[in-house]
């Protein structure tokens, strides 16, 4: 066979097979070849049986209420937004049901959803509660939710296609799919051309639509972008969204909601077009991605809520359900997915659902591979990234982060360095996360508070070094865009997990460097964290560095005397006009402890300073009229000088039985923690552990000798 025929022989099968499967119903997330294995895997798997069932409950209670298509008029979390995300959960779940059960009554119940839609869109102005003419949508306030909306209903669609008259898919197509597919390429031309999440969402809900309607013009345009010159569109998006790790700029809470619309258009384009190899595409960073989301996440099941994030949210949100299914069935099975699936305790009822299913009812799950990584951030990786040292089994598993990624647009915040601690499945050290209440009508609307930026953006709201009562970039996300920490050190050994950063230009004249590390010691049950914070500067100035924590303070090394009245407020701005000055002592010496009790452990923070050295003692609520802010408490380490060092030693021990009224180990073990030197090239830290010295050293223009510890 000559070139010649080969070419136009496979440019046949390649037509053949995009314009069959255009034809074949249902062809995404479940597909015709796969529903009698599918139907018989109801019957056999238990999590496949129980994610069905509760499917099919949600399409039971649908059929029996009357269908209610109402004119889009209430924001975030009112009546008609809440109805419209109600309406398109409800016809996937029917429209999966049908499916599995063959009942026509299911097919019909989606077909007269679409058909009431179709008789109302296009009569629906720009949302009347929209914040924005550019990114108003019309069944929701913004056009984000029009987006999910679409890539929710056109699943369900798929699923009915073949239970529907011919009649009635000319007119839902017609007066519904195509005028969407419409507004969202025309009117929203800006979004569906942007990189973010929501050009994210927009795109993937154009190019499902398009191979669902056998329209692949837009399927095109979905992919490489309006130009169809691959600047933007869907593998722009892969491109410069995610870094070669799998991390996604805006953090993780983000991420985990931008994956479906990823992981969906990605199963939609396998199936129908196979020959892309969009699974393999750059390195397989979808898999990446899927892994790294689960792996910014802690034991208890949330992610690490930097940035703008919900502090609520875990991977078992479905979009997660549909990125392990896939990623288990599509791309790997690493088999310690299994245990994420488990504990997710839901499939998604599909082809890689009973995958997900067969083998967690065969055995084969392990307990997922927590790690200590360095995680990239950037298109190139240049652009720092994430460090998580992890100690322990998943079981009582201790994890430290810190912050040296880019500022993440405009949903970062300003915490450059910033540092999280947990232990025993819980937060010690936390982050505040977002100023929202997700969907409250009543919370403005649903969206962010001003206090997210008057506050929970700012630097003093987070574990992070503040010069002079200012944040980061003076709070400023152009300036903040256009640079990011360095990566000075990673190291995992068995009994030491170190990372070490540098942030230059979060202050014009000040240079920060971070190091924090996980260090077992024999004698001791858990690791210590060991953190130096380094200011290097030029000028004389006020540093601030903040330990918010959760628990109850049990212990310190000075006295306390709390205001009983007439609280006044830190500061004027930048976050501290939000914080009551509940205590503040000068210490005599330049070291100190405080000590926590958190979930019936103690955790005693031993601190010094090589500058005179003062412990405020602060809690949110100041100048909140609204009580929009949560509750939290923090002990601030403050000094002034040029250069400044803060090392911490955080120990874990002992702990209360309330129940038997116990305490053991109340009392730490270390004792005179003192900086014995710091300065550019080296710090020197020293303390006492039962009766012997240890000394830990940072060599910082030593990366062969980085961290000495004896």
């Given at each position: ?38 139907r018989k895997g109801v019957t056999t798997y238990p999590l496949l049986r129980q994610s069905y069932q ?657």
């Open positions: 066979m000559n070139y010649l025929k080969k070419v136009v022989l496979v440019s046949f099968c390649a037509f053949f097979s995009i314009s069959l499967m255009a034809q074949t119903h249902p062809s995404l997330m479940l597909t015709k070849a796969n529903v009698a294995a599918v509760t499917v099919k409950n949600a399409a039971d209670k649908a059929l029996a209420e009357p269908i209610v298509v109402p004119v889009p008029k209430d924001g975030g979390g009112g009546y008609t937004h809440e109805q419209h995300k109600k309406n398109y959960s409800n016809m996937l779940s029917a429209a999966t049901a049908y499916q599995i059960s063959g009942q026509k009554k299911y097919a019909d119940y989606v077909k007269n959803v679409l058909l009431n839609y179709a008789s109302q869109y296009e009569k629906w102005p720009l949302h009347p509660k929209r914040k924005s003419e550019d990114d108003g949508g019309r069944i929701f306030w913004q056009s984000l939710n029009d987006f999910v909306w679409q890539i929710y209903t056109i699943q369900a669609y798929d699923l009915v296609y073949d239970g529907l008259p011919a009649a009635d898919r000319k007119t839902i197509e017609e007066k519904l799919f195509v005028p969407i597919l419409k507004f969202f390429t025309e009117d929203r031309y800006e979004v569906f051309n942007k990189i973010h999440n929501h050009g994210t969402w927009n795109l993937a809900a154009v190019g499902i639509t398009g191979y669902v309607l056998n329209k692949k013009e837009y399927v095109e345009t979905a992919i490489k972008g309006s130009k169809k010159d691959g600047k933007t569109g869907y593998l722009a998006q892969i491109d410069q969204l995610f870094s070669p790790d799998g991390y996604y700029m805006e953090g993780p809470y983000y991420q985990r909601y931008a994956l479906l619309p990823f992981v969906l258009f990605a199963k939609a384009i396998n199936n129908y077009e196979p020959s892309r190899k969009i699974f393999e595409y750059r390195d397989k960073l979808l898999s990446k991605a899927i892994q790294t989301s689960l792996q910014t996440s802690y034991t208890d099941k949330t992610f690490f809520p930097i940035n703008d994030a919900i502090k609520d949210k875990t991977y078992e949100s479905i979009e997660l359900v549909y990125g392990v299914d896939l990623a288990y069935a599509d791309i790997k099975p690493e088999v310690d997915l299994l245990d994420i699936a488990k504990q997710q305790n839901r499939v998604i009822v599909s082809d890689a659902g009973l995958k997900v299913a067969a083998d967690l009812a065969a055995g084969k799950a392990v307990p997922f591979k927590y790690q200590t990584l360095f995680i990239k951030d950037g298109a190139k990786g240049e652009d720092g990234g994430l460090g998580i040292l992890r100690s322990g089994a998943n079981t009582d598993q201790q994890a430290v982060l810190i912050k040296a990624a880019s500022q993440g647009m405009g949903h970062g915040h300003f915490d450059r360095l910033g540092l999280l601690f947990y232990d025993n499945t819980t937060e010690i050290f936390p982050d505040y996360g977002a100023a929202r209440f997700l969907n409250i009508d009543t919370k403005n609307g649903g969206g962010y508070l001003p206090e997210n930026n008057t506050y929970a953006k700012q630097t003093v709201a987070h574990n992070a070094l503040v010069v002079d009562e200012t944040s980061h970039f003076n709070a400023k996300v152009g300036p903040a865009d256009k640079t990011s920490p360095n990566l000075l050190y990673f190291s995992n050994q068995p009994n030491l997990k170190i990372v070490s950063a540098k942030e230059a230009k979060a202050y014009a004249d000040v240079t920060m460097i971070r190091t924090s590390a996980l260090v077992k010691v024999d004698g001791l049950e858990k690791p210590l964290l060991i953190d130096v914070m380094q200011a290097l500067s030029a000028k004389n100035h006020q540093y601030d560095l903040p330990f918010w924590y959760k628990g109850q303070l049990v212990n310190t090394s000075f006295p306390i005397k709390a205001k009983a009245d007439g609280l006044t407020a830190l500061g004027n701005n930048n976050g501290y006009q939000h914080l009551w000055l509940n205590a503040s002592n000068k210490l005599d010496v330049k070291a100190g402890l405080v000590g926590l009790l958190n979930k019936n452990r103690f955790y005693t923070t031993h601190f010094a300073s090589d500058n005179p050295l003062e412990v405020k003692l602060v809690s949110i609520g100041a100048n909140d009229p609204e009580m929009n802010l949560v509750d939290g408490k923090a002990f601030m380490l403050s000094s002034n000088g040029q250069n400044q060092t803060f090392a911490s030693i955080t120990e874990t021990h002992g702990g209360t039985d309330p129940i038997n009224e116990t305490v053991s180990s109340a009392l730490p073990s270390i004792s005179e923690l003192t900086i014995v030197k710091s300065d550019a090239q080296q710090t020197v830290v020293s303390f006492k552990l039962k009766g012997k010295i240890y000394t830990y050293q940072i060599n910082y223009n030593d990366k062969q000798n980085y961290i000495s510890f004896k």
